[in-house]
Nanobody, 126 residues
Framework: QVQLVESGGGLVQAGGSLRLSCAAS????????IAWFRQGPGKEREFVAG???????AYADSVKGRSTISRDNAKNTVYLQMNGLDPEDTAIYYC????????????????????WGQGTQVTVSS
């Protein structure tokens, strides 16, 4: 049974930082691309960052330059370091695993990811 478990969310003041973790089990982790998505109140789920099997990374424009995604295949874990948090970053953050259709790019479409975690809440106060 595939499980993705997010952790590291919480309440933080604007300008602060958080490191989200996504621990995976039940799958051959190193063979999957992993991505973070988020869904804010009243908004659709959107791509935040992704990392391919070969450590190629991609970021949404809204977080580029202040976020870093990384993976540790030995620990079956992906991390998302987020700095300079803004109230607009308030959302439930989900990690997802998917197969790579193209080894030279990172998928940003929710439909390309097959396994999802339950999410972790990030709240940024002003």
């Amino acid at each position: 049974q595939v499980q993705l478990v997010e952790s590291g969310g919480g309440l933080v003041q604007a300008g602060g930082s958080l490191r989200l973790s996504c621990a995976a089990s039940g799958l051959s982790f190193s063979n999957f691309a992993i991505a973070w998505f988020r869904q804010g109140p009243g908004k659709e789920r959107e791509f935040v960052a992704g990392i391919s099997r070969r450590d190629l990374t991609a970021y949404a424009d809204s977080v580029k330059g202040r976020s870093t995604i990384s993976r540790d295949n030995a620990k079956n874990t992906v991390y998302l370091q987020m700095n300079g948090l803004d109230p607009e970053d308030t959302a439930i953050y989900y990690c997802a695993a998917g197969y790579e259709a193209n080894p030279f790019s990172v998928e940003r479409d929710v439909d390309e990811y097959y396994y999802w975690g339950q999410g972790t809440q990030v709240t940024v106060s002003s």
